[in-house]
């Protein structure tokens, strides 16, 4: 069974740029902040990276001395069962509830569980959905 919970999710918008990774893991690990989850794409001349960690508030600190823009926002963070057919199944239940997704992200690791986070209007439906 899927466990579900509301995490709050930095915001990081930078400009498009090689070592623009290196330069916010670098800030957050050297503020002692451990990565739960992290994503990113680009629109043009600028990146957005979501990122969970597991203290926000030092990790935003850390990113606004190197002068980049961040923000926060509510997502939402999934664990499930590291097999075949889970993300098959929240998927489904996400749709079943009319969830809309903005955006997910997740991975795999190498042990029985995976993890999924994502954006969506309604957290709270969401995270009921996947119970």
């Known amino acids: 069974m899927a466990k579900a919970s509301k995490v709050k999710e930095i915001v990081a918008t930078t400009p498009n ?4 990774l290196a330069k916010i893991t670098n800030a957050i690990s050297d503020a002692g ?14 990146a957005k990276f979501m990122i969970v960690t ?9 990113l606004r001395k190197k002068k980049l823009i961040v923000g926060e926002g509510d997502a939402v963070s999934v664990t499930l069962s590291n097999k075949i057919g889970s993300a098959r199944e929240l998927a489904n239940k996400l749709a079943k509830a009319g969830i809309d997704l903005n955006y997910c992200y997740g991975s795999t690791g190498n042990g029985s569980e995976s993890l999924m986070v994502f954006s969506t209007k309604d957290v709270k439906k969401a995270i009921e959905a996947c119970g």
């Open 33 to 46: 902040v451990n990565i739960i989850a992290i994503s990113a794409h680009t629109m043009g001349n600028k």
């Open 54 to 62: 597991e203290d926000n508030q030092k990790a935003m600190r850390a």
């Open 17 to 20: 740029k090689v070592g623009m």
